[in-house]
């Protein structure tokens, strides 16, 4: 009669006429498994009596640092460089591979201050914020959409430095921005306030597109170009109260 084995014995075909064996309690014909350490680690398989890692190749780390949200297929990598900073010395930087695309964590510059709590509104005064360096602010599009948007002191500026936009968002319809922030930091758009004693009705204070359709049109068929009067000077360093502006609205039915 054959003896009774204390365990199981599991045994799983492979192609080439491989083998796999293991028992249930974790050992297997091969010994000990390796151990499994670092940023890669190897999935080790007990094949023909030798471990084989059959885990497949190591993803790598893009050769030049990602652009914050560009599109990756390695969820979890991590990728480290090293970058001059405007502020000081050498710094690490940190990319990593994310659901929502690359995502790079930079140490702040020194000294500080850091970068404001609330977006800031670009061509306004940043005195006091140089060595923020640049600041990144997430942008309501309206509805569920957000889009990123980059602002940093520039420096140059006279009289006083001014906050600019270095990558502005990605939102598509300017009178869902519901911030003068958020409207100066988008492509195309600007915020527009009511202007003071006109012929012309004023405008409601928001963010619209940039275009002037008095000179441009309405690029929306349904839609009929109406002149408002809004303030040109709202933020700058000028007298004027009133001027015209046209503003795209949809006929109503």
């Not at 968002?169 to 100066?184: W, Y």
């Not at 009067?229 to 004027?240: F, L, M, N, T, V």
Request: aromatic share 8%; hydrophobic share 30%.
């Amino acid at each position: 009669m054959r003896p009774f084995l204390p365990f199981a014995l599991l045994v799983f075909s492979v192609g080439c006429g491989a083998t796999i064996t293991a028992d249930d309690d974790g050992t297997s014909e091969c010994g000990p498994q390796p151990e499994s350490n670092g940023d890669c680690p190897p999935a080790w398989t007990c094949i023909d009596g030798e471990w084989v890692d059959t885990a497949g190749a190591c993803p790598s780390c893009p050769e030049m640092e990602p652009v914050y949200g560009d599109a990756c297929a390695s969820i979890g990598l991590t990728c480290n460089y090293v970058n001059d900073v405007p502020c000081g010395d050498l710094t690490n930087e940190t990319a990593e591979c994310t659901e929502d695309g690359w995502v790079t964590y930079v140490a702040r510059c020194e000294p500080p201050p850091e970068c404001p709590d609330d977006m800031p509104v670009a061509g306004t005064d940043c005195t006091g914020w140089e060595f923020s360096y640049w600041c990144q602010y997430d942008v309501s599009c309206g509805g569920p959409e957000v889009s990123n948007a980059t602002v940093s002191c520039d420096t140059s500026a006279t009289p006083v430095p001014v906050w600019q936009v270095d990558a502005p968002s990605a939102c598509q319809d300017c009178l869902q921005l519901g911030s003068s922030a958020s409207c100066a930091a988008t492509t195309g758009c600007r915020w527009l306030t009511p202007g003071c004693d006109s012929d012309l009705p004023t405008v409601n204070e928001g963010c619209y597109p940039a275009s002037d359709c008095n000179a441009n049109g309405c690029a929306d068929p349904n839609a009929t170009c109406t002149t408002y009067s809004y303030d040109p000077c709202a933020g700058a360093d000028c007298d004027a109260c009133a001027a015209p502006v046209g503003v795209c609205e949809l006929l109503l039915e």
